[in-house]
């Protein structure tokens, strides 16, 4: 939020319905958790952990404000039957650092929120998965790994590169990945933080114009949600979404 402001918080519960309606018309099955109002991050879904194929991976939250997340989202994922395979007993891992590069390669962002300990921890717990952990140093201003990096389609990603680290982008090339840069002004107008949805399509935000076209002169269909109160809390549709189940 900037200086001065207050929350609008009708709005920002009818953004929130927006992306839950865009969800719903392609076909993508939404699982709602009650809101309570000491959780006032819980809007941003993704940060208590990640998932795998495998199940679930719980982290563990910086700051303490937010740590009682985590036992509400877990109740949901035991609701629905969701195995949980790992669980950050080390450092800090927060949701929002973590990208599957490919069925075998994790990326865990080292920003603001998740420390080298926490991937650590990880990384020894998930080896026997079979899967590869990278850790990707990056400013910490730019809060989470999803601020500067997300994986639109198959092979296609959009990253402001500025922030990110030079064998990270190298290893997003060998792996004939489509780069599409985002400037760093973008940032925290949360260029990077959309949501793909799988065959081409993309849940993107009204507002960003340039990466919207961009995306779309990759034969992306952008849906453009008219999101602004809920990015000045700090998170877009990425940030607000957790998947309960990968293929």
């Known amino acids: 939020m900037e200086k001065g402001e207050t929350e609008q918080n009708e709005r920002m519960v009818a953004e929130w319905q927006t992306l839950v309606d865009a969800y719903k018309a392609n076909e993508v099955i939404v699982h709602e958790v009650d809101a309570y109002k000491e959780l006032e991050v819980q809007t941003f879904a993704r940060d208590f952990g990640a998932m795998v194929k495998e199940g679930a991976i719980i982290g563990k939250f910086r700051h303490p404000a937010r740590?009682?997340?985590t036992e509400v989202y877990e109740e949901k994922l035991k609701e629905l039957g969701v195995p949980i395979i790992a669980r950050v007993n080390a450092g800090c891992f927060e949701g929002g650092d973590f990208w599957m590069i490919d069925e075998h390669t994790l990326a865990f962002g080292l920003v603001d929120r998740t420390d080298q300990a926490g991937v650590d921890n990880l990384r020894e717990q998930l080896a026997k998965y079979g899967y590869t952990v990278v850790g990707v140093p990056v400013p910490p201003a730019n809060l989470h790994l999803d601020m500067v990096f997300n994986i639109v389609a198959e092979k296609i990603c959009i990253?402001?590169?500025e922030q990110l680290p030079y064998?990270?982008?190298?290893?997003l090339k060998r792996r004939n990945f489509k780069i599409i840069d985002v400037p760093s002004e973008l940032v925290f107008k949360h260029g990077c933080n959309v949501q793909a949805l799988g065959n081409g399509k993309?849940?993107?935000?009204?507002?960003?114009?340039?990466v919207n076209e961009a995306m779309e002169a990759?034969?992306?269909?952008v849906i453009k949600l008219p999101l602004e109160q809920i990015l000045k809390a700090g998170g877009g549709p990425h940030c607000m979404t957790y998947p309960v189940r990968r293929a």
Not at 167 to 171: A, P
Not at 202 to 210: A, Q, T
């Open 202 to 210: 993309v849940l993107g935000i009204e507002n960003n114009k340039s």
């Open 159 to 161: 990253a402001a590169t």
């Open 67 to 69: 740590q009682k997340e």
């Open 167 to 171: 064998n990270f982008i190298q290893m």
């Open 218 to 221: 990759e034969g992306l269909k």
